[in-house]
């Protein structure tokens, strides 16, 4: 035996799914960081690991980390 439900369960649940996917894209879409705060999250990259590994490694690392 197959339930119909009323079209306004499918119309309510539709709502709700939007209304959460434009919620989802705004929590997203964030503020781009400053040149400042990347290059100072770069070098803090690089003082905070510079003992574990080599300064090239660390660079592309950050860079990527930073940049992206």
Known sequence: MVRHFPESIYSHACAVSIVGVLM???GC????????????????YIREHSAEYPVETLKKTAALKCYS
Not at 29 to 44: I, L, T, V, Y
């Open 24 to 26: 989802t894209l705004i």
């Open 29 to 44: 879409a964030g503020d781009e960081p400053s040149d400042a705060e990347r290059k100072r999250c770069f070098d803090q």
